[in-house]
C-alpha cells in the first residue's frame, strides 16, 4: 500500500527565508503527487501536482518541488516566504490508474513564519 | 461562486443524536468524496462516489451513511453520534477518480460532539 511521510511536524522561518519541506513516499511504481495548502480554517487547495515528465514543477503562489526517484521524495520549496505562508502544508499520492484509487495524506506540516 | 461548498460550517451536538453534512459542487466533476480530519490533523478519506456509485468506502462505522442524490450533491447522515466523531469532516470532487486527477475541497465542516 501507498504511504506519505513528512519528517517535520512543525516549522518556523523568518520572513524573507527560503523554506523547503520534505516529503517521502513509497509506492512501487510513479506516483502521482502533490502538495496541498490549509490555511487556518479554510479547506485545502492544491499548490501543485506531478503526474510525469519534467521533475521539477512549479505552483501558485510562488511555489516549487522536485521529484526525485532516487530518495523517493518530493519537497516542496519557496526562495522567499512570506507572513500569508503560515499554514498546514499537506503532501499526497495518488497512485495509478488501476482499481479504486484514493488520494493518500501525509500528516502534514505546520509552517510559522516570524517577523 | 464556491465551488465545492459545505453546510453547515460548525456543528455542535449531543451524543446520541443524529445529523446531516451536506455537500454541492458546481465544478461539474463526477467524483465526489468525504475526508475526515482528526485532532492531529491527519486527513482519511472516507467514501467516495463515482457518477452516484459508491467506489470507496473505507472502514467506517455503520452509523455514517453516506447518499448521493445526483453527481453534484454528497450529503454524510451520522446516526448516535459519539464523542469519537468530533472532527473535521471535508467533502471533496474531481473529474474521475483515478490517481491522477486533482481534488477540490470544502472549507470543511467542524463537528463537535458534547
Known amino acids: 500500500a501507498q504511504s506519505v511521510t513528512q519528517p517535520d511536524i512543525h516549522i518556523t522561518v523568518s520572513e524573507g527565508a527560503s523554506l523547503e519541506l520534505r516529503c517521502n513516499y513509497s509506492?512501487?511504481?510513479?506516483?502521482?503527487l502533490f502538495w496541498y495548502v490549509q490555511s487556518p480554517g479554510q479547506g485545502l487547495q492544491l499548490l501543485l501536482k506531478y503526474f510525469s515528465g519534467d521533475t521539477l514543477v512549479q505552483g501558485i503562489k510562488g511555489f516549487e518541488a522536485e521529484f526525485k526517484r532516487s530518495q523517493s521524495s518530493f519537497n516542496l520549496r519557496k526562495p522567499s516566504v512570506h507572513w500569508s505562508d503560515a499554514a498546514e502544508y499537506f503532501c499526497a499520492v495518488g497512485p495509478g490508474n488501476f482499481g479504486n484509487e484514493k488520494l493518500t495524506f501525509g500528516t502534514g506540516t505546520r509552517l510559522t513564519i516570524i517577523p | 461562486d464556491t465551488a465545492v461548498s459545505q453546510t453547515p460550517k460548525y456543528l455542535v451536538t449531543q451524543m446520541g443524536n443524529d445529523k446531516s453534512i451536506k455537500c454541492e459542487q458546481n465544478l461539474g466533476h463526477d467524483t465526489m468524496y468525504w475526508y475526515k480530519q482528526d485532532s492531529k490533523k491527519f486527513l482519511k478519506i472516507m467514501f467516495s462516489y463515482n457518477n452516484k456509485e459508491l467506489i470507496i468506502n473505507e472502514t467506517v462505522p455503520n452509523r455514517f451513511s453516506p447518499k448521493s442524490p445526483d453527481k453534484a450533491h454528497l450529503n454524510l447522515h451520522i446516526n448516535s453520534l459519539e464523542l469519537g466523531d468530533s472532527a473535521v469532516y471535508f467533502c471533496a470532487s474531481s473529474q474521475g477518480y483515478r490517481g491522477n486527477t486533482e481534488a477540490f475541497f470544502g472549507q470543511g465542516t467542524r463537528l463537535t460532539v458534547v
Open positions: 509506492y512501487g511504481a510513479t506516483p502521482y
